[in-house]
């Protein structure tokens, strides 16, 4: 079985990820490290120096990469399902499970506004007002991909220990 997760910058991904993949003695790969292992360049550079178009384009060539593993969890970046087909790739997998963490748009600003210098596209936004409303408007434009996802779990207001016992009794 593989366990892909899904959700906006933010929502907890890398986090519940590695986590999960501990719980269930799973393989943990997250997706944007593994595109900077691949490519020799962190997602920052990638974006300063090559562009938006390059990271999108190898990060739908890393995902065919790791559609394939067993017994994974795989850490989408937020934009991954997205893009081009790869929410149709992800969901064409045998034996895989896609989730989405699901949550609110000020629960997402306030972990945000904690580390917007490393994802570059919220990295130019100046005040809590300002990145709420790109969350808002970006969160609208890719919240029908998101809701492809086989299962969905709220996770505002919850102790990522809670996030995991709700994320094994859906999974299982
Ligand atoms: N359930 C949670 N409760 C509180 N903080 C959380 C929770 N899940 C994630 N975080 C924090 O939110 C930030 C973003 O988490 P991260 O896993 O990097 O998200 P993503 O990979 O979806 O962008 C991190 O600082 C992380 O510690
Ligand atoms: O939402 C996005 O388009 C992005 C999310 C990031 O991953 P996280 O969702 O893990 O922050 C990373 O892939 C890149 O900065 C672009
Ligand atoms: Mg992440």
């Known amino acids: ?65 790791v559609l394939d593993l067993n017994n994974s969890v795989v850490a989408l970046g937020g934009g991954t399902p997205c893009y081009g087909n790869n ?18 748009i000020k629960t997402l600003a306030a972990r945000l506004a904690e580390a917007q210098s490393t994802r570059p596209l919220i990295a130019h936004l100046k005040t809590r007002a300002e990145l709420e409303e790109f969350i808002a408007k970006h969160l609208f434009e890719r919240a029908n991909y998101y809701s492809l996802s086989d299962v969905a779990i709220a996770v505002d207001d919850l102790e990522i220990e809670q996030i995991m016992e709700r994320l094994v009794l859906k999974l299982f």
């Open 87 to 104: 929410m149709a790739l992800i969901k064409a997998c045998e034996n895989a499970k896609s989730i989405y963490l699901k949550a609110s």
């Open 1 to 65: 079985m593989n366990i892909f997760l899904i959700g906006y910058m933010g929502s907890g991904k890398s986090t519940i990820g590695k986590q999960l993949a501990k719980v269930l003695g799973f393989g943990f790969i997250d997706l944007d490290r593994y595109i900077e292992q691949q490519e020799g360049l962190t997602v920052e550079t990638i974006f300063a120096e090559k562009g938006e178009l390059y990271f999108r384009k190898a990060e739908s060539k890393h995902l065919k990469a």
